[in-house]
């Protein structure tokens, strides 16, 4: 099955800074790759979703990358701010990715640290 | 996402006993997935359903039980036979059309006493 690596665990950066976090994933046929951000206690809230057949996308502060060639896709946060603080999770799909027939599977997640 | 509900938000399991999590929607969303989350660990997926009266095991299945008898309403039933059940647990459900997201529930938080 499809297997995902998400690295750093923890980032800490200050006020205004980029952060980025990576994730690698072995199944090649897969073709969604969502991002969800979870703050303690809560439950994970999409923030950002890219499709194989594209290999950027953005919005506002936020945006993926994904590089199909060397199956890894990377979260970017620019002008980070105190409430970016949670936890990052990166997913990858089961292929294919249709219907309902499919699965996610997640990464072990990255703890993001904005400081003033 | 307020269509996903989950009950209770905190429970306590005594040894032996089997206890169930509860997860309705009213997104007419055909698939549902129950997911496991441990301190420092990811999402680990213990069991989905992709349509009513069906269900599939996910990669933790063993010591849980579901069952998928409305569309709406995807209960977890944590036995006796799973050893270590602290954990968060979420329920998240999908849509059908292509590439939707998993939308989750706030989670129900198990503990042994």
């Known amino acids: 099955g499809e297997n995902v690596e998400q690295h750093p665990s923890t980032l800490s950066v200050q006020e205004g800074d980029s952060a980025v976090i990576k994730c690698t994933y072995s199944?090649?046929?897969?073709?969604?790759f969502p991002w969800y951000k979870q703050e303690l206690g809560k439950r994970p809230q999409l923030i950002i979703d890219?499709?194989?057949?594209?290999g950027e996308k953005k919005d506002q502060r936020i945006a993926v990358t994904l590089n199909k060639t060397a199956k890894h896709f990377s979260l970017h946060i620019t002008e980070t701010q105190p409430e970016d603080s949670a936890v990052y999770f990166c997913?990858?799909?089961?292929?294919?990715?249709?219907?309902?027939?499919?699965?996610?599977?997640f990464g072990t997640g990255t703890r993001l640290q904005v400081t003033l | 996402d307020g269509g996903i509900t989950q009950s209770p938000k905190y429970l306590f399991r005594k040894e032996g006993q089997n206890v169930t999590l509860s997860c309705e929607q009213n997104l007419n969303h055909d698939a549902m997935y129950w997911y496991r989350q441990d301190p420092g660990q990811g999402l680990r997926l213990i069991y989905y359903s992709q349509i009513v009266n069906d269900f599939q095991k996910g990669d933790i299945a063993e010591g849980y039980s579901v069952s998928r008898e409305k569309k709406e309403s995807f209960p977890l039933t944590v036995t006796s036979a799973q050893k270590n059940p602290t954990a968060f647990y979420l329920c998240?459900?999908?849509?059908?059309?292509?590439?939707?997201?998993?939308?989750f529930g706030d989670g129900t938080r198990l503990s042994i006493l």
């Open positions: 998240a459900s999908r849509g059908r059309e292509h590439n939707q997201p998993q939308h």
């Open positions: 997913a990858a799909s089961e292929a294919p990715y249709t219907g309902t027939a499919s699965k996610l599977t």
């Open positions: 890219i499709r194989s057949n594209v």
């Open positions: 199944d090649s046929a897969s073709n969604y």
